[in-house]
């Protein structure tokens, strides 16, 4: 599956959730912790590809994702991804670490997840700020984003383990 997404800072997260409700979005998932670890190789194989493998926790419930590198886009970040979830999330630490995969970094953040037809609006609250997350088709993404007031030029393709190092190489 080809994943297209963005994310714009946010301020006011609490008014941004009403916003996005009166664009005609739905609560589909309501504020939840997610934990995330990814995983690499010793030798940084997946860093050096620019690909990831995640393991999101969400309660009960552990997603294995896998997310190959960044495709070209100027506004947009593109890349293929696969997800699946797991029945048993020691069992998966244990297999990935008998094939060699060692947890490289972890973060959590607090979620919720809003959608509109085919379009995925997450609002997420992380260590280095609150974030509108936006994953869809582009047109889709632009239209939404601009009906609550947010141009291209505030689009992010970074995602959140680069925002973070970002913010620890600046402090």
Do not use: W
Not at 76 to 86: D, G, I, N, P, S
Not at 88 to 106: C, M, T
Request: with cysteine; net charge positive; charged share 35%.
């Amino acid at each position: 599956m080809l994943e297209i997404e963005v994310k714009i800072r946010v301020k006011d997260i609490c008014s941004l959730g009403e916003k996005v409700l009166a664009q005609g979005a739905r609560v589909e998932k309501e504020r939840h912790l997610e934990e995330n670890t990814l995983y690499d190789f010793p030798s940084n194989i997946l860093y050096n590809k620019r690909q990831a493998l995640r393991l999101r926790k969400i309660n009960k419930k552990a997603f294995l994702t896998f997310k190959g590198p960044p495709l070209k886009s100027r506004k947009f970040k593109v890349r293929e991804e696969y997800e699946t979830e797991l029945k048993n999330e020691k069992q998966i630490r244990k297999i990935l670490k008998s094939l060699g995969l060692l947890p490289v970094f972890n973060y959590k953040k607090y979620r919720t997840v809003y959608r509109k037809k085919r379009l995925k609006i997450c609002l997420d609250e992380t260590s280095i700020g609150n974030f509108l997350e936006l994953e869809g088709q582009r047109n889709e993404i632009v239209k939404f984003a601009k009906g609550l007031g947010f141009s291209k030029k505030e689009f992010i393709k970074l995602d959140y383990i680069q925002l973070m190092n970002d913010k620890q190489e600046k402090t």
